[in-house]
């Protein structure tokens, strides 16, 4: 796929010097048009095509450096407005960068032109290089296109804890091209932005409140509402647990081998996986001080003669 690309850029290349050296005269041309002047008229001629180029670079040069401080004045105006609006730093960089390639690409078309040069071969130059290495780069465009989706949508930041492309971690750096996690075991995952700005993300650091979910069994024959009636002590002297909303504590299903019952609780999200382990812990130390079996999937057996 990129040889065709080459091929291509490369017929762009000799069409555009093509152009370029029709619009100018062969040295043959210059000697056949000079026969027949003077010298005076050589002279004069000469002088006045120096001064016309003297004149052309200097403005040029001009319109490069005034140029280059407006880039650099529009620069200053678009990092105050970003402080303003407290734009993140990655994004930031990003547009600031964008702004001054294509600022400072435009101002050298411009220079180019006043020196009297052909811009359009230029032009066509510089987007069949774009086209070329663009088809070459399909994919790693697509995560760059990727990236400043992420950056600028902000489904995640640095230091959520998301869920996506089947990986779980939390985000420990968002580039151009990839997003990279940390694993709860202390790995680095990187994962293509192309994937991370059109899949689903489950971002676990979103919200300052989540919902805890436990399903406690208790045997047959065991008293429901002594069991209901623990759960409700623990969770309240728990000061984790929010008030607002309440917790829930109901009986879920009757099961096999067990009388299983759903239990809910709000927490503040980086409170999370604290309480859902003590919780655990305390329910496995606390039913069989109060007569509470936690039952294990089993078999009665009835044998007859």
Same mark, same amino acid.
């Given at each position: 796929?990129?040889?065709?690309?080459i091929?291509?850029?490369l017929?762009n290349?000799?069409?555009?010097?093509?152009?370029?050296?029709?619009k100018?005269?062969?040295?043959?041309?210059?000697?056949e048009?000079?026969?027949?002047?003077?010298t005076?008229?050589?002279i004069t001629?000469v002088i006045?095509?120096?001064?016309?180029?003297?004149?052309?670079?200097?403005?040029?040069?001009?319109?490069?450096?005034?140029?280059?401080w407006?880039i650099?004045?529009a620069?200053?105006?678009?990092?105050?407005i970003?402080?303003?609006?407290?734009?993140d730093?990655?994004?930031?960089?990003?547009?600031l960068?964008?702004f001054?390639?294509?600022?400072?690409?435009l101002?050298?078309?411009?220079?180019?032109?006043?020196l009297?040069? $052909?811009? !359009?071969?230029? %032009?066509?130059?510089? =987007?069949?290089?774009?086209?070329?290495?663009?088809?070459? *780069?399909?994919?790693?465009?697509?995560?760059?296109?990727?990236?400043?989706?992420?950056l600028?949508?902000?489904p995640?930041?640095v230091g959520?804890?998301?869920?996506?492309q089947?990986?779980?971690?939390t985000?420990?750096?968002?580039?151009?091209?990839?997003?990279?996690?940390?694993?709860v075991d202390n790995?680095n995952?990187?994962?293509?932005?192309?994937?991370?700005?059109?899949g689903?993300?489950?971002?676990y650091?979103?919200?300052d409140?989540r919902?805890?979910d436990?399903?406690?069994s208790?045997?047959?024959?065991d008293?429901?509402?002594t069991a209901?009636?623990?759960l409700?002590?623990?969770?309240?002297?728990?000061?984790?647990?929010l008030?607002?909303?309440?917790y829930f504590?109901?009986?879920?299903?009757?099961? $096999?081998? !067990?009388?299983? %019952?759903?239990?809910? =609780?709000?927490?503040?999200?980086?409170?999370?996986?604290? *309480?859902?382990?003590d919780?655990?812990?305390?329910?496995?130390?606390?039913?069989?001080?109060?007569?509470l079996?936690?039952?294990?999937p089993?078999?009665?057996?009835h044998?007859?003669?």
């Amino acid at each position: 796929m990129i040889f065709p690309n080459i091929i291509y850029l490369l017929q762009n290349v000799a069409e555009a010097a093509d152009t370029t050296a029709k619009k100018y005269p062969t040295l043959k041309e210059l000697v056949e048009s000079v026969k027949g002047l003077s010298t005076e008229q050589i002279i004069t001629s000469v002088i006045h095509g120096l001064m016309s180029a003297i004149f052309h670079i200097l403005l040029a040069t001009i319109i490069f450096y005034i140029g280059r401080w407006l880039i650099r004045r529009a620069d200053f105006i678009i990092n105050k407005i970003f402080d303003h609006r407290d734009v993140d730093a990655s994004l930031r960089s990003f547009l600031l960068s964008m702004f001054n390639a294509v600022a400072t690409f435009l101002l050298l078309i411009i220079v180019i032109g006043f020196l009297g040069v $052909d811009t !359009s071969s230029f %032009i066509a130059l510089f =987007a069949s290089a774009g086209l070329a290495v663009g088809m070459a *780069l399909s994919g790693t465009l697509q995560n760059f296109a990727g990236g400043v989706l992420v950056l600028l949508l902000k489904p995640y930041r640095v230091g959520d804890f998301i869920e996506a492309q089947g990986q779980t971690g939390t985000v420990k750096a968002i580039t151009l091209f990839s997003t990279v996690l940390a694993t709860v075991d202390n790995k680095n995952i990187i994962l293509p932005n192309g994937g991370m700005s059109t899949g689903i993300i489950n971002n676990y650091s979103k919200e300052d409140k989540r919902r805890v979910d436990w399903t406690f069994s208790i045997a047959y024959g065991d008293d429901y509402d002594t069991a209901k009636k623990v759960l409700a002590e623990m969770l309240e002297k728990d000061s984790r647990v929010l008030k607002d909303p309440e917790y829930f504590i109901a009986l879920g299903a009757l099961a $096999d081998s !067990s009388v299983n %019952i759903t239990v809910r =609780a709000w927490v503040s999200s980086t409170d999370y996986w604290g *309480l859902f382990f003590d919780m655990n812990e305390r329910v496995y130390k606390e039913f069989p001080k109060h007569s509470l079996n936690i039952p294990f999937p089993q078999m009665d057996i009835h044998m007859s003669n």
